[in-house]
C-alpha cells in the first residue's frame, strides 16, 4: 500500500492521534471516508460523461468517388 510498511503506518496513526486527540479521531476518520467517497464517486460521474459525449457524436461521413 503505497510503500508503507507497518511501522510507518503506527507512526503516522500516533501522529495524527496526537494532533487531533481521540475524541476527535473519529470525526476526522469520517471526514476522510466521505471525501474519499465522493471523489469516487466524482471519477464515476466523469467516467459517464465522457462515455455519453462519444456516442452523441455524429459519425463522420466519407465521400465515395466515382470513377469517371
Known amino acids: 500500500m503505497f ?3 507497518t511501522m510507518e503506518l503506527v507512526i503516522i496513526l500516533v501522529i495524527v492521534l496526537v ?3 481521540a475524541g476527535k479521531l473519529p470525526q476526522v476518520g469520517s471526514a476522510l471516508g466521505k471525501g474519499i467517497r465522493n471523489f469516487k464517486d ?3 460521474d466523469g467516467e459517464a460523461d465522457v462515455k455519453t459525449e462519444v456516442k452523441m457524436e455524429k459519425p463522420i461521413e466519407v465521400e465515395k468517388k466515382k470513377d469517371v
Do not use: S
Request: proline share 0%; no cysteine; net charge positive.
Open 19 to 21: 494532533i487531533f486527540g
Open 3 to 5: 510503500g508503507l510498511g
Open 42 to 44: 466524482g471519477m464515476k
